[in-house]
């Protein structure tokens, strides 16, 4: 790893912040929590995933507008018309939200409606977009691939941080493995060595590597121990009826509860949970 | 994968040709076979590869302009300048040329200078490089991705067939595993299934999966009595020298004994290598 | 693998015979195909095995007695029944046999019943055994563990030579991966690799790795292809009616017509499946 | 995994408690710490481990007499001697020993001098040796298999306790994967989705899994925070001079400062680290 100047850390006490928001950064002691859906399906449901969450309380919402998919028929997500229903309740609650970018002409209108774009495990090494988005400034939430190395993974930072944007949070999410009880095993011993090498940020999903809801509590209580300066968690206003992911989101109400029983965590590791998140209540909706 | 409706044989016998020039048809009795170095680095390289592989013979030459790299600061291909390479070679010698695309703004020029476009392990579910893939008719060579499942490689085939584009061939490349002997774990399972399941034309690519040119022989041989439609191998005038994957290039020499061995495997499973080759040797060059 | 002095190579043209009966030796240009069921379910089946695969003709069979079974409440195998069973076949077509122990109390009585000990892969790493073993001087065919390296695979033969019994063949069967279309994944890389590597013979077992009857005899000619000394093949007279594995075993019929179809592959890489088999049709049963 | 009976819970509530000495119990509020090196060297050796842990506080002592070793010619452990030095140190400090027993002949002796009887990754599926175990009342720490699923790790529990023996500890060590910076991969989804299936305590063993002593003290916090009731740890008064696994044992000073670490993590999720430790200082040595 001897190559990537950018992204390792110069000494120990290295550590970037990336801001996501006015008031939300990333990578010191507050821990960044993330919620909301696999996919962007209505406002009414957005609506519904901000109200809930605020007292969770949460940093930041995510939910899908461009999903990528195994089968090129089935459902690829709202696209613009999504895009349009995130910004309604990021500017309504004033909170950020973070968003699955795939393609290089998906930037530019992402850039204006989105605060974190995220490259998901299948672009990890598409390096034409990492490229592009080295050329932006907006906070790059970069998750692992399937079966990448942890080299690959700090590489592929390189590429981004390498062409001008600095802002990148690398997203543990899990591994490919042969068993098939959990979807996929998160590696908390990578979280563990990504936070000695580098200087950057790093999130865990441990709702993609578990793939059943109700392994997520104790994997997220699990990843902040380790050290991850941040979750990114699935959660539904009902679960069963997601589009996508079904089985592996939340309830809102357990997601609140799970952030509450996070905080002892957190200031176990001398971390911190923000009392009070980052949604604001809308004054009109 | 009951959704790969355009994928999956419709019947035992169903079985796609794809013409990657007019005398070259991939998916019959006669085998493809692919030759030539991992990166084209010059002119003066590519016509010793041409002239050498005239009299193994080889029905393809392969070369990569685009590379993907692990790393932002290594080599990158030469690009423009390695494909108007590529074409030289291609019009005097009259052979059809192999070369990576990873980006959807470079299809435009490779499709006037290049007769199969590969799309590499790492793109295999670059949804949108697929579906402007599938907006061409070019032939494309669809490599496995690193850890993809049989199901997921059949679907980014579907992503492409399915936009428009029957031309897809299937790329078995070695997917990752536990073992650091070889580089890949060329999955041979995976081919006969793929033949079973699909009326596309598969190919191995042995070079990728071994990472040592003294394995990748007997992995050619036994690609063919597996039911490989046909084989992509690495070599080099100088193996030792090559800018990349310098441990599993055959020398040229080595790669015309390699095609001639190969030809009473292919009797044995009824399947032919051209006696010609496709490549002529050109008047003037 | 610089410790391995008895089972590497000292030099290119090393090679060890071992002979599993008066008339099969395996290493030579003779492969050694082995049939038979994955259980020995009564001297009936064991007989209608026998007949049906003289005309294969096969130089073994193979059936299991000690079962090693992921649950504790799954049927344990036939145990010294088995072995009468077995010993009875043997004897009455003169037929070599081989089987797997399991433990070192088995060792004795299996020493008198059964021409070929077979190590299974859950064992592989089971030293005492290996070391049990090295003090017989009875042919062993060692299985490759579901995630053993190349290197512990050429090791845990070490534990067995270096204790005194040369007569160790190598047996690939397939590793564990991410994919479930297929059972394993057969890595003949590693069979390539050990072929250079070691003196030992090396048999390759399709039907575990496949786990799909339908993918066994092109993987069958793989193997063949890449160079292995012999195949071990499930088969059984009613393969759905198999009391374990019975979806990878072969009908006796369709044994018959795999091995025939081997021949033309053997030939093409220097190598011969004998015209007669080893099995002798008994007198008197 | 319908099967596992006895292995299984009956209700959520349901929770083993198996005593390892008359003060030690697991699987409770308690949580156990076991520390030692891998290899048990010589008495002065384990008597400053058992002197130093006193202060850490560690409830158990580990260190191997029989060792599993990839070649037959490395350090096989120091047999009945280290027998005799574990006992030596288990009667003077009063304290319980953990070793591992890697054959059934080495039963009898170990039951009479050791406390808990470790059973190692490659012997998971050693089903004689979990039989012979099943027929003691010896608590059982089974370790998980390299590439065992979480089915298979569970049904070789109900092996053991199938056969009589309730005393079942489940041990997660890390998982094979194609990473090779850290040793193997940490598998905290197993172990939450152990201690929701089964009633058995789940004890964690971050020094194999990472493989490198700088990330054991995260992990070991990651997976008290994932629900662990124990861990077993590494650790040599001179790790650089250890003869075996040097690159992950802790030094002593830093397993006394990583228990002390782990108390505001075990309080976070309602679990305790005894203040008192189970070592007693002896009064002669």
Redesign the interface.
């Known amino acids: 790893m001897k ?2 100047n950018l992204t390792l850390k110069a000494h120990t006490e290295h550590q970037t912040l990336v801001n996501i928001s006015p008031s939300v950064t990333v990578g010191g002691d507050d821990l960044l929590i993330v919620g909301g859906p696999c996919t962007v399906e209505s406002l009414e449901q957005m609506q519904q995933v901000a109200t809930h969450l605020a007292s969770a309380p949460v940093q930041a919402l995510r939910g899908g507008v461009y999903k ?7 459902f690829q997500g709202h696209g613009e018309a999504g895009l349009r229903i995130l910004d309604e309740v990021r500017q309504a609650w004033q909170v950020p939200v973070v968003s699955e970018v ?4 998906q930037i530019e209108s992402m850039l204006a409606h989105v605060d974190v774009l995220q490259v998901g495990s ?2 990890m ?5 990492l490229r592009a988005l080295g050329q932006t400034d907006k906070p790059i939430l970069l998750k692992r ?3 990448a ?4 993974f700090v ?1 592929a930072a ?2 981004i941080v ?2 001008g944007n600095p802002n990148v949070m690398l997203c543990e999410r ?9 979807r996929n ?6 979280v ?2 990504l ?2 090498l580098s200087h950057l940020p790093v999130i865990v999903d441990p709702s993609h ?2 793939g059943k809801r ?2 997520v509590p ?2 997220a ?7 991850a300066d941040g979750l990114i968690i699935e959660c539904h206003p009902v679960p069963e009826a997601s589009v996508s992911d079904a089985r592996q989101a939340l309830s809102l109400e357990d997601m609140v509860t799970l952030v509450h029983s996070l905080r ?2 957190a ?3 001398g971390r911190r949970i923000p009392e009070a998140g980052s949604i604001r209540q809308p004054v009109l909706v």
């Open positions: 190559d990537a990528p998919r195994t089968s090129p028929y089935a795939m393609a290089i002409h299948r672009n090494q598409n390096f034409d977009l691939g399937l079966a190395t942890i080299e690959e590489m390189e590429y390498s062409h899990g591994i490919r493995s042969f068993d098939t009880y959990t095993v998160l590696d908390l011993g990578a563990v060595a936070k000695q590597a578990a109700e392994l104790n994997l209580k699990a990843a902040i121990a380790a050290g002892p965590i200031a176990a590791v």
